[in-house]
């Protein structure tokens, strides 16, 4: 994709807050129905809407920049939007703790090794992140039968291998997000 001028139309400013608002309102409803978590979930919609708006008008002649910062805020806002059910649904327990920390982790460790994070997405074959990476997603793709029928059974302990599940997808999109801020620039000195 060339670097050109995003027209307001092809902007996706109306769009992507739209596939977030989808996402918030199907992750506020588990395990249960909380009304507090859609608002929280909404607001996260609206403000990134808000976000791309401004996005677009400071990088409207920078399509690669333009698209690299606005799939950043979505892939932050579906990774917390995924990772608040887990965090819900074991509340009050040692597992609440160390998913708040696994997720603080994940926001904070990704944005300190991000050239790493960026080299090992490039170049898998040459890197232990790299390798790391595509392991966390083989992982993810192998869950991903026992989480079906595991909601397939439709009983509330059920639902735990499920979030479980939505968090880990949540973790890979807070890991993948940072790449999104490296500079088109660097990404191509990196190949």
């Known amino acids: 994709m060339d670097n050109k001028h995003v027209p307001f139309k092809q902007s996706r400013i109306f769009v992507t807050p739209i596939l977030l608002f989808i996402t918030g309102t199907i992750t506020a409803f588990l395990p249960d129905v909380n009304w507090w978590f859609l608002a929280i979930n909404l607001s996260l919609c609206v403000a990134s809407g808000v976000a791309y708006y401004f996005l677009w008008r400071r990088f409207n002649k920078q399509s690669k920049r333009y698209f690299s910062l606005m799939s950043y805020i979505m892939l932050v806002v ?36 991000v ?41 509330e302990k059920a639902m735990v291998p499920v979030l479980a599940f939505m968090l880990m ?3 890979l999109f807070l890991l993948i997000a940072p790449v999104m801020l490296v500079k088109p620039d660097r990404i191509d000195e990196m190949k």
């Open 78 to 113: 579906i990774g917390i939007h995924t990772a608040l059910p887990f965090l819900r649904a074991v509340y009050g327990t040692v597992a609440f703790v160390l998913g708040i920390i696994i997720v603080l982790l994940m926001v904070v460790l990704p944005h300190v090794h």
């Open 115 to 155: 050239e790493k994070i960026a080299y090992g997405m490039i170049n898998p074959s040459k890197s232990k992140v790299g390798k790391l990476f595509f392991l966390f997603c083989f992982v993810i793709f192998l869950l991903a039968p026992f989480v079906f029928f595991s909601i397939r059974t439709l009983s």
């Open 169 to 171: 997808v949540g973790l």
